[in-house]
């Protein structure tokens, strides 16, 4: 296989469509399968099935390049290479449920393609279990995904490294070969997702976007770690956030100090409600599994767990000290996304957090810049939604800042204070300034900030 000008995209999420988007728009031909038809026919129409930004104009920019369907058969007409990107959920024991990657193993083994690669986060031996079911003819490599929601394409397409595991020499190959534009990033800035200017400057001294080669239980592994460590980084600023405050320190200013050294480092330290989303929860709590499953207790992973489990309700017990008891008190939610920039409401904080309120008796109001039309499905119908944050806050006993969305810093606070019934504002993202709260006559707590606040 020399260069790949052709390939099949399998599944179309957060993963698998920027990563499919990415390749057209380096001018790569690819088919993108999905078994949801609505997603597919809404993609056909360049209507991106999540938000992401950048993705609705990307959609349109490399629409010449990209096709989708739900047919097996045309997907894989004389395309060599599928990259696998389906959803791995969790099960409710803990463990990745392989279903959908099995699924599309099986639909692949019928069809003539020759290198597989497993993008989806799945369980160290999987891509061995992989081989098995494609039989003898097909090449097998892990390609674990590293972006974050709420920037997938622009991490795409500017990544810090690419991680490859395989067994034969010339997998590794056509993956560099695949991936080249990224490795030297050797195409054209593109306007509505530019280069980030790190990037550029390290590309102009000659440096290139690392592949690093493994194997591929290495490579399995490394992308459980890399999350099991980032969801450790989070637990551990909390732990001390939580200390802060029985001791009367502030944790913004702990990190500031702390962060500077290098071995620590002051990105993903940042106190607040703990990780959410559809992939710390779901990497750690299978990461936990897989270590026991062989004979290893990983105490310090489970502990992280538990932290980040307790950390989803410190507001809701800091709102029940401030306002004495939550029954028939109205609270006001501040965002419900996991975090800002995605629509995305798999195992937010928010949910729990509006749910627990609703058990003390309170009455729930919420509002997100993108996440009302997700939440009026999987959230409690009795939380009443709105679009203008000013009228969310109308008569609430206090407000529960929950995703640190851009437009809560920039709210008109002072506005804000006229519509509340009592000035309580509690800061689960430490995303407001505890002195302009305090000097617009706010009750404000954030987290970890101080004894008072
Ligand atoms: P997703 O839920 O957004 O999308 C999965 C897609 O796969 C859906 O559109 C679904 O319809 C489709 N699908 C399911 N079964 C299929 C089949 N048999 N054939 C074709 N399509 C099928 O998932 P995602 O967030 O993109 O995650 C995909 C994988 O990447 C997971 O393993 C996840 O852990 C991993 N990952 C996710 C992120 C992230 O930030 N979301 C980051 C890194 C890695």
């Given at each position: 296989m020399d260069n790949v000008e052709k390939l099949t995209v399998?599944?179309?999420?957060?993963?698998?469509?920027?990563?499919?988007?990415?390749?057209?728009?380096?001018?790569?031909?690819?088919?993108?399968?999905?078994?949801?038809?609505?997603?597919?026919?809404?993609?056909?129409?360049?209507?991106?099935?999540?938000?992401?930004?950048?993705?609705?104009?990307?959609?349109?920019?490399?629409?010449?390049?990209?096709?989708?369907?739900?047919?097996?058969?045309?997907?894989?007409?004389?395309?060599?290479?599928?990259?696998?990107?389906?959803?791995?959920?969790?099960?409710?024991?803990?463990?990745?449920?392989?279903?959908?990657?099995?699924?599309?193993?099986?639909?692949?083994a019928q069809h003539p393609v020759s290198l597989v690669v497993i993008k989806s986060t799945v369980p160290v031996g999987t891509n061995h279990d992989a081989k098995k079911i494609l039989g003898p003819g097909v090449a097998l490599a892990s390609n674990p995904e590293f972006l974050r929601q709420g920037q997938a394409l622009s991490d795409t397409l500017y990544p810090d490294r690419i991680l490859v595991g395989a067994e034969e020499e010339w997998v590794f190959g056509v993956l560099e070969r695949l991936y080249r534009p990224l490795i030297e990033q050797s195409f054209e800035e593109l306007p509505w997702l530019p280069r980030p200017k790190a990037l550029r400057e390290a590309i102009a001294r000659g440096q290139r976007v690392p592949l690093v080669r493994t194997g591929l239980e290495s490579a399995e592994l490394a992308k459980y770690a890399a999350n099991a460590f980032l969801a450790t980084r989070i637990s551990f600023i909390n732990e001390i956030a939580n200390v802060a405050e029985a001791v009367g320190a502030d944790i913004e200013e702990v990190v500031r100090a702390i962060g500077l050294?290098?071995?620590?480092?002051?990105?993903?330290?940042?106190?607040?409600?703990?990780?959410?989303?559809?992939?710390?929860?779901?990497?750690?709590?299978?990461?936990?599994?897989?270590?026991?499953?062989?004979?290893?207790?990983?105490?310090?992973?489970?502990?992280?767990?538990?932290?980040?489990?307790?950390?989803?309700?410190?507001?809701?017990?800091?709102?029940?000290?401030?306002?004495?008891?939550?029954?028939?008190?109205?609270?006001?939610?501040?965002?419900?996304?996991?975090?800002?920039?995605t629509d995305d409401l798999r195992e937010a904080p928010s949910l729990e957090i509006a749910e627990e309120l609703l058990a003390r008796g309170a009455r729930v109001r919420a509002t997100d810049p993108k996440a009302l039309e997700l939440a009026r499905q999987v959230l409690d119908p009795r939380v009443e939604l709105f679009a203008d944050p000013l009228e969310a806050l109308e008569d609430a006993d206090a407000v529960l800042l929950v995703t640190e969305w851009p437009e809560y810093r920039a709210l008109d606070w002072a506005q804000a204070k006229r519509r509340l019934r009592r000035p309580v504002v509690l800061d689960g993202r430490n995303a407001l300034d505890p002195q302009a709260m305090e000097a617009l006559g706010y009750v404000y707590q954030g987290i970890g900030r101080g004894r008072k606040r």
């Open positions: 399998v599944g179309a999420g957060y993963v698998g469509l920027s990563t499919a988007v990415a390749l057209a728009l380096l001018g790569r031909e690819v088919r993108v399968l999905d078994t949801d038809a609505g997603r597919i026919e809404g993609l056909k129409r360049n209507q991106p099935p999540f938000y992401e930004p950048g993705l609705a104009e990307s959609l349109v920019r490399a629409s010449a390049k990209l096709s989708y369907t739900t047919d097996p058969a045309e997907a894989y007409a004389d395309t060599e290479l599928a990259i696998v990107a389906v959803g791995t959920p969790p099960t409710p024991a803990g463990h990745a449920d392989l279903r959908y990657l099995y699924q599309a193993l099986e639909t692949l050294d290098p071995r620590i480092g002051p990105h993903f330290f940042k106190a607040g409600l703990g990780y959410g989303g559809s992939c710390f929860p779901k990497d750690t709590r299978a990461l936990a599994y897989l270590a026991k499953r062989g004979g290893y207790d990983f105490k310090l992973l489970r502990a992280v767990i538990e932290v980040n489990q307790a950390q989803r309700y410190r507001l809701v017990e800091k709102a029940e000290a401030v306002l004495g008891r939550l029954s028939g008190q109205t609270i006001t939610l501040l965002g419900l996304a996991f975090k800002p920039g």
